[in-house]
């Protein structure tokens, strides 16, 4: 999920769920490149197999 845009939009849709409003644009642009970015380099560094906690920030 991490390589393609199904965490993302999974991220999205629950931060929307659970806050009752949609991400800022810029947060939810950060998401949709950073994740992808940071999976890739797990799995080229070998450690494919972790967990990574995401979270946001509270307002």
Known sequence: MALDRSL??????????L??????????RSWERSIPALAAALNDAGLG??????????R
């Open 49 to 58: 197999d972790v967990e990574v906690m995401l979270s946001t920030r509270s």
């Open 19 to 28: 806050r009752g409003y949609r991400p800022g644009t810029s947060e939810a």
């Open 8 to 17: 993302f939009l999974h991220l999205t849709d629950r931060f929307t769920h």
